[in-house]
């Protein structure tokens, strides 16, 4: 069995819904995902939902467990504290199920393509597993926030695996900010060493495997026996990092930051399938939901007090965007209309 683990609050459940799904459609072996859940609403939704093949852990029985864990919240804000927990949920994982010998983390925010079966292929018998960024060429200065992505990982219940593992949990509740400092970078900086310190691990080196905007700026998109593929290589597992709902049914995806021409196989068939599986997860969720979705948690302040003309000033010029073909207009998972360049 194949054991996963994530972790997200009640702001990222219908996104990892549709993560979910994506695993159940393309999984061919049997799997397990194991979910902290960082906010009592998304425990309690969890609860509702019994999601197949989930176990949800309650951030409490996680912070009971690491005592370290909860005092980090006096000095962190809220996305920081939860990039702090990353190595503690994988830890939390190991601690409790010792039959287990391998955990792989996954963001919440990603979508597989593929049977996972790819990914497992290239690790092999390694210790630990990491995949680096990739940036294109004119990106690459974005390597002071991290060779590698925190979005895939994986580690193997042996010596090398827990001792990587335990140092990064001990160097993410020392100091873990949404911030460059001193060479650190919020949980990701750390990464960069990890193959310098230890042995056994590997570099996940398939272009497929956590592509994100961030490296597919001059990729060659194609259909290939009813699969999708990157650079001639199958898409397995894609990192839907950077969108941001402008306003109701408009999101920015950040490809104009990353000068990414779209292509009609990244539109119809990389981000479409996503935004539907998103929004038919959404349309599950909303009406259990007690409370509000904040869609940026790095947001400083909302429309709360805008007036009415500033917010219809901000609806007016989203769809100007939408207009010029820069933001994706979406309406029930379905694509309205696609950015263009």
Known sequence: MTNYCTSFDHNYLARALALHESLRTHSASAWKLWVVALSQECKRLLEILQLENVEAIDV?????????LALCKKNRSLVEYYFTCTPSVISFVFDDNPLVNQVTYIDADMFFYNDPAIIFSEIGDASVAIT???FAAEFLHNEKYGIYNVGLLSFRRDAVGLECLKEWQRNCIEWCYDRLEDGKFADQKYLDSWPVLYPNVVSI???GVNAGIWNIGEAQWSIVDNSVCINRKPLV????????E???????VSWKRYKISPSRVLVDVVYSPY?????R????????????????LRAEGNDKGKSRFRRLRHWMRAYWQVFLGR?????DGCIIKAPRW
């Not at 409490?60 to 370290?68: C, G, I």
């Not at 997860?281 to 940026?296: D, I, T």
């Not at 933001?327 to 309406?331: A, E, H, L, R, V």
């Open 132 to 134: 680096p960024h990739r």
């Open 327 to 331: 933001y994706f207009w979406i309406k």
């Open 281 to 296: 997860a959404a349309r599950l969720v909303q009406p259990l939901l007690q409370m509000k979705v904040e869609s940026n």
């Open 246 to 252: 402008v306003v109701s049914d408009v999101y920015d």
């Open 237 to 244: 597992l894609f990192h839907f990092h950077g969108i941001k």
């Open 275 to 279: 935004f539907f599986a998103w929004a």
């Open 60 to 68: 409490a029985d996680l912070e009971a467990r690491y005592p370290s």
């Open 205 to 207: 080196q398939h272009e």
